[in-house]
């Protein structure tokens, strides 16, 4: 009598991690002919098995080039190789932040070891301390800030559509089989390397992993929390946006790229004293950026602080937004400087 086979098997993380793929939309091929490549269409081609390392594997591979198009943006689905060039150094910058962004995410649910990158790369990966986001590398020939920028942008990302929420439903799903599978793992095996998820924050989100202090010490708490929007207490551990401290001069945000324009009303005395640098766009009044920029800022916030040149009579837009405020945490948000 010959038996009927009505079921394959399939391993339960390459199975999470294929369809979560799907859902964020993105096919998942294996193919001899390439480690990994996308083609711009919704194809992830994948080497197979046998051109893989023992330490390799299919889910592994999966959440890496998930963590690229975080860092490249949503439009990266339609560039081949999410518009990347790996040949050169051109974008290690943005190699490095795909790393921190894939150790940040991985290590909320304890599987930073589990779902490690493999690649030649894997040295920068394990140089990062507990903070992958804190710029204490020893990488040389790449900015730090500028990786960590470009990963706390991708982390934001992680949660919007068409990552979110499947990318955090994958990474809970892998947690739970990995757990579960750990205690029978021998000495060799990757499931041997999980780590307990990192704690929830009481007002939601997670807890900082690095960070001192506490929520009465952070520049987001004021009569309300600007991150979570509600009272905290002063005594609760500090939360993954935790900033000690907010110094203008050396973050920009909201005289950058934080912002696309600064509204202006008639009567502001702005108008009149620098009519020069305002615009009348669909009928309203503007300071517009150029090239995501205030003109009257100058600086870097690095060597050389931010300034604005016209300070004194700045608008009331800009008067209005303080430090530590939710706009304020909006534009460093949206620059990469808050999580």
Same mark, same amino acid.
């Given at each position: ?76 689905? %339609? ?23 894939? *150790? ?29 986001? !804190? ?13 960590? %920028? ?16 499947? $990318? ?11 757990? +579960? !599978?750990?205690?029978?793992?021998? +000495? ?7 780590? +307990? ?28 929390? *600007? ?15 935790? +900033? ?16 696309? @324009?600064?509204? $202006? %009303? ?11 640098? @305002? ?42 937004? %303080? ?17």
């Amino acid at each position: 009598m010959t038996r009927e086979i009505r079921r394959r098997y399939e391993d339960p993380l390459d199975r999470i991690w294929t369809e979560a793929a799907r859902r964020i939309g993105l096919t998942v091929a294996r193919t001899p002919d390439a480690f990994a490549t996308t083609d711009g269409r919704g194809a992830l081609l994948l080497g197979d098995d046998a051109s893989l390392d023992a330490d390799d594997c299919l889910a592994q591979m999966i959440f890496h080039e998930l963590c690229h198009s975080l860092v490249q943006g949503p439009e990266s689905f %339609e560039r081949p190789d999410w518009g990347l060039e790996n040949t050169d150094p051109r974008d290690l910058a943005r190699e490095h932040a795909c790393l921190r962004a894939q *150790a940040h995410l991985a290590g909320r649910w304890g599987l930073r070891r589990v779902l490690a990158p493999t690649t030649d790369h894997r040295a920068f990966f394990d140089r990062l301390g507990p903070d992958p986001l !804190a710029e204490d590398d020893a990488s040389a020939s790449v900015s730090a800030s500028a990786s960590t %920028e470009l990963a706390r942008l991708a982390i934001g990302r992680s949660a919007r559509p068409p990552w979110g929420p499947h $990318l955090d439903d994958a990474l809970r799903a892998s947690a739970l089989v990995v757990a +579960a !599978a750990a205690p029978f793992a021998d +000495a060799g095996s990757l499931l041997g390397d999980v780590d +307990a998820p990192r704690a929830r924050h009481p007002a939601g989100g997670w807890i900082h992993v690095a960070a001192t202090g506490g929520c009465g010490s952070c520049a987001w708490r004021g009569d309300v929390c *600007a991150v979570v929007g509600a009272a905290v207490d002063p005594a609760w551990p500090p939360c993954e946006a935790f +900033a000690a401290g907010l110094d203008c001069r050396a973050c920009g945000a909201c005289c950058r790229e934080g912002f696309d @324009v600064v509204e $202006l %009303e008639a009567d502001d005395p702005f108008v009149a004293r620098h009519g020069s640098l @305002v615009e009348r766009i669909d009928g309203r009044l503007v300071l517009r950026r150029v090239d995501g920029r205030c003109p009257p800022l100058s600086g870097d916030g690095c060597e050389v602080p931010f300034s604005c040149s016209v300070y004194d009579d700045r608008p009331r837009t800009c008067r209005d937004l %303080e430090p530590g405020s939710d706009g304020c945490l909006v534009a460093r948000r949206r620059v990469g400087l808050s999580v």
